[in-house]
């Protein structure tokens, strides 16, 4: 008896086996597995923004339209949501991404001497 086998992988990531058998003709067992892949998409993190009792409402606004791309309109609500709230989303993106606007809001609010707290969360 001789055994056949023949596999491919799409992906790294989750994947499935589908197995076919059968004989050919001189009754030898086949064996048929293809690999089919799930495409996952990547994990996003949120980026929050922490409300404190001291970092300037102005600085916040420039914070929100400089890192995150908000119209002014836009940076002040958010600001404000945060100032009453305590915490507020901010963007949502990949983890290369989020960390990187975690590290410039941290270093501008620390060049400045503001101690504003921005941090990012796993989105589930
Ligand atoms: N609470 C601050 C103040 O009254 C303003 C503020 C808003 C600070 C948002 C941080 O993330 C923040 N000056």
Do not use: W
């Amino acid at each position: 008896m001789r055994l056949y086998s023949q596999s491919e992988v799409y992906s790294n990531m989750n994947f499935f086996d589908l197995i076919m058998q059968g004989e050919d003709e001189d009754e030898n067992i086949l064996v048929l597995t293809k690999t089919v892949s799930k495409t996952k998409r990547p994990p996003l993190y949120k980026v929050l923004l922490l409300n404190d009792d001291y970092t300037p409402m102005e600085f916040v606004v420039v914070v929100l339209e400089r890192f995150f791309g908000m119209t002014y309109e836009k940076a002040f609500e958010v600001m404000l949501t945060v100032h009453k709230k305590g915490v507020a989303v901010v963007g949502v993106f990949s983890f290369e991404i989020a960390e990187t606007k975690v590290g410039q809001v941290m270093e501008f609010a620390q060049r400045h001497q503001h101690p504003l707290q921005c941090t990012l969360e796993k989105e589930d």
